[in-house]
């Protein structure tokens, strides 16, 4: 029985995972459009812009990594 709780709480932690992901990209894709058009107008884009992009492109990552090693925990318990 403790196995299939732990299975439980692994599938339901890569959930949130997923979401906080897509709520970031969310986030993200402003500044990216930003910088998108500020290469495409040949300027120099706002070093705002390239923060936000790096912050929200940093925490992508670990989310990313942190679901990765969720899932194969997950995989390891099947």
Same mark, same amino acid.
């Given at each position: 029985?403790?196995?299939? *709780?732990?299975?439980?709480?692994?599938?339901?932690?890569?959930?949130?995972?997923?979401?906080?992901?897509? @709520? %970031?990209?969310?986030? =993200?894709?402003?500044?990216?459009?930003?910088?998108?058009?500020?290469?495409? *107008?040949?300027?120099?884009?706002?070093?705002?812009?390239?923060?936000?992009?790096?912050?929200?492109?940093? @925490? %992508?990552?670990?989310? =990313?990594?942190?679901?990765?090693?969720?899932?194969?925990?997950?995989?390891? *318990?099947?």
């Amino acid at each position: 029985m403790g196995n299939y *709780l732990e299975k439980r709480k692994l599938k339901k932690e890569i959930k949130i995972c997923r979401q906080t992901i897509e @709520e %970031i990209e969310r986030k =993200r894709s402003r500044s990216q459009s930003a910088l998108v058009q500020a290469v495409l *107008l040949q300027e120099t884009p706002d070093e705002r812009d390239v923060e936000w992009f790096n912050k929200y492109t940093g @925490e %992508i990552t670990a989310c =990313r990594n942190h679901m990765i090693d969720l899932q194969k925990k997950l995989d390891s *318990l099947k």
